[in-house]
Nanobody, 120 residues
Framework: QVQLVESGGGLVQPGESLRLTCAATGNILDFDAIGWYRQAPGKEREFLASMSSGGNTRYVDSVKGRFTISRDNAKNTVYLQMTSLTPGDTAVYYC??????????????WGQGTQVTVSA
C-alpha cells in the first residue's frame, strides 16, 4: 500500500518562503513521476510540478521561477520549495505519485494534503 505524507504547510506572510515535504513509503523511483498539486477553495485541483523517475521536471507556468521540486532518493522524500508566496498561493497542497501501467493506464496515489495560507 502506497502512502504519501505531506508536511510543512502553515501560515506565512506575502513574500515569504515555505518548503513542503512528502514522505513516501517504498522507493520513490518505482513511480514514473512524483509531484505536487494544490486545490484552493471553490477551485479544481491543479498541477504544480512533477519530477520523473529520470529526474526530468515540469512546472505549471504560474509557479515557474518561484517553486522548485526536488527529491532525496535515500529518504524517499520529495520537496516543494516555494518562494515569493502570494495570497493566490493559498490552498491545500497535495503530493501525488503516479505509475503508468499496461496500455498506458495511469495509477495515481495521493497524500492527505497540507494547508498553506498566505496572508498579511
Amino acid at each position: 500500500q502506497v502512502q504519501l505524507v505531506e508536511s510543512g504547510g502553515g501560515l506565512v506572510q506575502p513574500g515569504e518562503s515555505l518548503r513542503l515535504t512528502c514522505a513516501a513509503t517504498g522507493n520513490i523511483l518505482d513511480f514514473d513521476a512524483i509531484g505536487w498539486y494544490r486545490q484552493a477553495p471553490g477551485k479544481e485541483r491543479e498541477f504544480l510540478a512533477s519530477m520523473s523517475s529520470g529526474g526530468n521536471t515540469r512546472y505549471v507556468d504560474s509557479v515557474k521561477g518561484r517553486f522548485t521540486i526536488s527529491r532525496d532518493n535515500a529518504k524517499n522524500t520529495v520537496y516543494l520549495q516555494m518562494t515569493s508566496l502570494t495570497p493566490g498561493d493559498t490552498a491545500v497542497y497535495y503530493c501525488n505519485a503516479a505509475r503508468v501501467g499496461a496500455g498506458g493506464r495511469r495509477y495515481d496515489y495521493w497524500g492527505q494534503g497540507t494547508q498553506v495560507t498566505v496572508s498579511a
